[in-house]
């Protein structure tokens, strides 16, 4: 499956940003999928998953604090959506899309299609 990631850009804190995930082939609908991100001398970290039916998510803790981000997928769109609110310049990194065909989604290494990342930057 091939994957890629767009709708980054610059924003101004407190904006708002709408990524989106595309995967090339019918079957995005059958993988669980997930948004990392990375900034400058950082890790990757993990951001936010769904499962392949769209009912069950997942967020990192310190991002979902005060419900800034939403995720969600459109299958009959072979597309993943990150709703991004209340931007703050620590969100500001490289987010990269992936694909699992596992069940645990918070490991980067338990992905097996990553798309090519978006940058967003969060100006404060």
């Known amino acids: 499956v091939q994957l890629q990631a767009s709708g980054g850009g610059l924003v101004q804190a407190g904006g708002s940003l709408r990524l989106f995930c595309t995967a090339s082939?019918?079957?995005?609908?059958?993988?669980?999928m997930g948004w990392f991100r990375q900034a400058p001398g950082k890790e990757r970290e993990f951001v936010a998953a769904?499962?392949?039916?769209?009912?069950?998510?997942?967020?990192v803790d310190s991002v979902s604090s005060g419900f800034r981000l939403f995720i969600s997928r459109d299958n009959a769109k072979n597309t993943m959506y990150l709703q991004m609110n209340s931007l703050k310049p620590e969100d500001t990194a490289v987010y990269s899309c992936?694909?699992?065909?596992?069940?645990?989604?918070?490991?980067?290494?338990?992905?097996?299609?990553w798309g090519q990342g978006t940058l967003v930057t969060v100006s404060s």
């Open positions: 992936a694909a699992t065909s596992g069940s645990y989604y918070l490991l980067p290494d338990r992905y097996n299609y």
């Open positions: 082939e019918r079957s995005f609908e059958r993988y669980g």
């Open positions: 769904i499962s392949w039916s769209g009912y069950n998510t997942y967020y």
